[in-house]
């Protein structure tokens, strides 16, 4: 089935996928009208950490106001048949397009300086990527190697990029080819550079996403880059997503806003993590 994964937690093997997980809490707490953070580590086989990250989204998305120790219903129990299409929503793609739009112009726009002319590089499916990816013609002749359905569908017409698309399943909202079905490609290439981006990212689980099945083309793809730019806005740090699918030790180069705290910045330069900040349009003008 594509709507489960199993991993190791513990020793234990657990179902768990974020968009799951949130539906549980949503249930539970439209039959209850609260719940305890010990309560949901207990009914979902997690970790207080992993409870405490999907209470902060459900509470970012306005639909659970958090509490002591745990969490209560926001919305009126009459609108929980709405659940399942909010929460399957909050990951879209479209939804995640619309978030920190000047955060991803910025990065993008600094992340040009690291490509160059008959270049051939990997873009993945996030959004960021899209954004990094309308801005290539002005370069003159790219190579350019993605699963992102959108980012393809943006390229597909520029006559100085070759595009290569990796083939798969197509899922709902997502906007990426996802499975290794198309993986056998990648074993032809090698990109000069990957630009990638991810759900949550910390030192000690690396890159985290949401998507197992993307996660699983996402390690593949980067096993076959020379160098690997990583996208991300400043939300990004100290968030886990539900499966990691690079080391931080893996990173040639994080690039991220200014918005970032800049003990936390300290800390991960300090842990030998590549870090640069890009700047906002305004700044360069």
């Known amino acids: 089935m594509l709507d489960k994964f199993e991993i190791h937690y513990r020793g234990e093997i657990n179902i768990v996928l974020a968009i799951e997980r949130h539906r549980v809490i949503l249930k539970?707490?439209?039959?209850?009208?609260?719940?305890?953070?010990?309560?949901?580590?207990e009914k979902l086989s997690v970790s207080p950490a992993t409870v405490r990250n999907d209470l902060n989204k459900l509470e970012?998305?306005?639909?659970?106001?958090?509490?002591?120790?745990?969490?209560?219903?926001?919305?009126?129990?009459?609108?929980?048949?709405?659940?399942?299409?909010?929460?399957?929503?909050?990951f879209s793609?479209?939804?995640?397009?619309?978030?920190?739009?000047?955060?991803?112009?910025?990065?993008?726009?600094?992340?040009l300086q690291y490509i160059q002319d008959n270049q051939c590089i990997l873009l993945d499916a996030s959004s960021t990527a899209l954004v990094l990816a309308r801005k290539l013609d002005r370069f003159n002749k790219l190579t350019v190697i993605t699963n992102g359905i959108y980012t393809m569908l943006a390229l597909k017409e520029m006559p100085n990029i070759t595009?290569?698309?990796?083939?798969?399943?197509?899922?709902?909202n997502s906007g990426s080819i996802e499975g290794l079905l198309g993986a056998d490609i990648l074993n032809h290439i090698n990109a000069d550079c990957g630009f990638i981006s991810a759900n949550g990212f910390t030192l000690n689980e690396g890159l985290t996403d949401f998507n197992v099945y993307e996660v699983e083309l996402k390690?593949?793809?980067?096993?076959?880059c020379k160098r690997i730019v990583v996208m991300l806005d400043s939300l990004k740090f100290e968030n886990i997503s539900t499966t990691s699918f690079s080391?931080?030790?893996?990173?040639?180069?994080?690039?991220?806003?200014e918005k970032i705290d800049k003990d936390l910045l300290d800390r991960y330069r300090k842990h030998g993590i590549h870090i640069e900040i890009c700047p906002y349009k305004s700044k360069l003008e």
């Open 163 to 172: 595009v290569i698309f990796i083939g798969g399943i197509v899922t709902k």
């Open 60 to 90: 970012n998305d306005k639909l659970i106001c958090k509490t002591h120790g745990g969490a209560t219903l926001l919305m009126p129990r009459d609108d929980m048949p709405l659940v399942n299409s909010v929460v399957s929503n909050t």
């Open 219 to 224: 390690k593949a793809m980067l096993k076959h």
């Open 93 to 111: 793609f479209k939804t995640r397009e619309s978030k920190n739009g000047e955060e991803k112009q910025a990065i993008s726009e600094y992340a």
């Open 247 to 257: 080391a931080s030790s893996n990173l040639d180069l994080v690039l991220t806003d």
């Open 28 to 41: 539970l707490l439209s039959e209850n009208g609260q719940v305890t953070t010990n309560e949901l580590c």
